[in-house]
C-alpha cells in the first residue's frame, strides 16, 4: 500500500519505518543544527518484529509506514533497545495499537519503562528465533543509558546499533554513504562528543569485543540518522579514534566577554597559537552554545576558556559550558584559564578549579587583567598561546 509515508527498505526482510524531525533544534540542551529522525525498523519474519519505536508525536507517522509493509497489526514482537523518550515515547501507543504477543527489554529497560509508562516487558534472552532468522542481543550499559542495548538480526546481517554510531541529521536519503562525507563525519563527531564521550572506556571494551562476535554485517542501523551499508571498518575506527581521546592538532578558544576585555585576550591568545602552526578556532558564547564548544573541544588538543567576574561569580554562560563539558569528561586536554575583572576577580580562579577538576593539564597559570588588558598581559596571553601550541605539538 502507497501512503504519505512510505517505508523504506533496509535490506531483504527489514524496513525503516520511522519518522524525520526536520525541525528539532533543542535535542536536551544539544544544538540540533540539522535535525534528526528517529529510526524505527521493521523486521518481516515469521514472527515479525518492530526495533524500538519513536519520539511522541511521530507515532502516526511511524504506523503509516508501517501499513505500506504489512497491517500493523500482524506485529508479533516489539523490542526496545533503548528506552529514552526519543525511541520510547510512542510506545505505549504502539503497544495499544498493536496490541503484540511480547515486548523486549534489557533488564534496565524493563524498570525504565515501568517508571516512565507503566510498560511491563520481558527481558531479552541472549537471542530469539523470530523464525528465519534469529535476532541476538548485547547489553551496552550506559551507551547511552543504563537500559541500552545492540540487537543483530543473523538473517539479513543487521546490526541495530541505537544510539551508537548515530547522527543528528534529518534528511530524505536512508544511506550515509548518500550524504556529503564531511556533513556525516561532522554529525557522527558531534554526536560522540555531546551524547557518548563520558563512557569512552565502555565504548572501546564494546570495539574490542565485536570481532569475537564474528558478525556477518550488511548494516548498521543506528536510531538516528542515515545507515551505514559499507565502510564499516571506517566507521568503527571513528568511535575507536574518538574514544581513545588522543591529542588532536587543533586548539579551541572559548570566552564570553561584557566590555571586550576577555575577548581582547582571547584574541591574543588565538593569534599566539596560529603563530606556532596550530590550527585554532575562537568562540564567543554570546553567538555559539554548548554543544559546539564540547565539539571544538573533543576535537582539540588545546583548549583555552576566559571570563570576565560577574558578581563575585565567573560570568554565567561560562559556568553553564564547564558544567556541561565536565559531564562529558573529555581526556587528555592542555588548557589554559584567562579572564578580566574591575575588583573582586573569582572568574580566572573558578575556571581553573573547573579544569583542574577535570584534569586538564595547566602548565601556565591563569591571566587575568583589570578592567582592560595592557599590552604587557596581551602579549603574555599570546607568548602563553605559543608556547602552549608547541606543547601540543610535542605530545602528538
Ligand atoms: Fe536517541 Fe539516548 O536516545
Not at 528539532?24 to 514472527?47: C, M, P, Q, S, W
Not at 536512508?174 to 554529525?187: M, N, S, T, V
Not at 576577580?345 to 586538564?360: C, R, S
Request: charged share 20%; aromatic share 10%.
Amino acid at each position: 500500500m502507497k501512503s504519505f509515508y512510505n517505508a523504506e527498505r533496509v535490506s531483504e526482510n527489514v524496513w525503516w519505518v520511522g519518522a524525520v524531525d526536520w525541525h528539532v533544534r533543542n535535542f536536551h540542551g544539544y544544538l540540533t543544527e540539522r535535525g534528526t529522525t528517529y529510526n524505527a525498523f521493521l523486521i518481516i519474519d515469521e514472527k515479525v518484529t518492530l526495533i524500538d519505536t519513536v519520539k511522541e508525536g511521530f507515532f502516526d507517522e511511524m504506523m503509516e509506514r508501517i501499513s505500506t509493509v504489512i497491517d500493523p497489526e500482524k506485529i508479533d514482537y516489539i523490542v526496545s533497545n533503548h528506552a529514552e523518550p526519543d525511541h520510547s515515547g510512542a510506545l505505549a501507543s504502539t503497544i495499544e495499537a498493536v496490541k503484540p504477543e511480547k515486548v523486549f527489554s534489557s533488564v534496565m529497560g524493563a524498570k525504565t519503562l515501568k517508571a516512565y509508562y507503566g510498560i511491563d516487558t520481558q527481558v531479552v534472552p541472549q537471542s530469539i528465533s523470530l523464525g528465519q532468522g534469529s535476532l541476538s542481543f548485547v547489553e551496552t550499559r550506559m551507551l547511552h543509558w543504563p537500559d541500552s542495548m545492540i540487537s543483530f538480526y543473523d538473517r539479513d546481517g543487521v546490526l541495530f546499533s541505537q544510539d551508537a554510531f548515530g547522527q543528528h541529521l534529518a534528511g530524505s536519503k536512508l544511506w550515509a554513504d548518500d550524504y556529503d562525507q564531511g556533513i556525516i563525519e561532522h554529525e557522527m563527531s558531534k554526536y560522540y562528543a555531546n551524547i557518548i564521550n563520558a563512557q569512552s572506556t565502555k565504548v572501546l571494551a564494546v570495539l574490542d569485543s565485536l570481532p569475537a562476535l564474528n558478525l556477518p554485517l550488511q548494516v548498521i542501523a543506528p536510531d538516528h540518522g542515515p545507515l551505514f551499508r559499507k565502510d564499516f571498518d571506517k566507521v568503527f575506527s571513528a568511535y575507536r579514534r574518538y574514544a581513545e581521546q588522543k591529542p588532536q592538532a587543533k586548539a579551541v578558544v572559548v570566552y564570553c566577554t561584557m566590555w571586550h576585555a576577555t575577548e581582547a585576550l582571547a584574541r591574543a591568545f588565538a593569534d599566539g597559537v596560529r603563530h606556532a602552526g596550530i590550527e585554532v578556532e575562537l568562540i564567543d558564547l554570546a553567538v555559539s552554545e554548548r554543544s559546539a564548544v564540547m565539539t571544538a573541544v573533543a576535537n582539540s588538543g588545546l583548549a583555552a576558556f576566559g571570563a570576565p567576574t560577574m558578581n563575585n561569580q565567573v560570568f554565567p554562560a561560562m559556568a553553564d559550558v564547564l558544567t556541561y563539558i565536565k559531564g562529558l569528561k573529555p581526556l587528555n586536554k592542555i588548557g589554559f584559564a584567562f579572564g578580566s575583572c574591575g575588583w573582586s576577580g573569582e572568574g580566572a580562579k573558578q575556571i581553573t578549579a573547573e579544569l583542574e577538576a577535570m584534569k586538564f593539564d595547566l602548565p601556565i597559570p591563569f591571566v587575568q587583567s583589570k578592567y582592560k588588558p595592557t599590552q604587557e598581559e596581551l602579549m603574555k596571553v599570546f607568548e602563553a598561546g605559543e608556547t602552549l601550541a608547541e606543547k601540543l605539538k610535542q605530545s602528538l
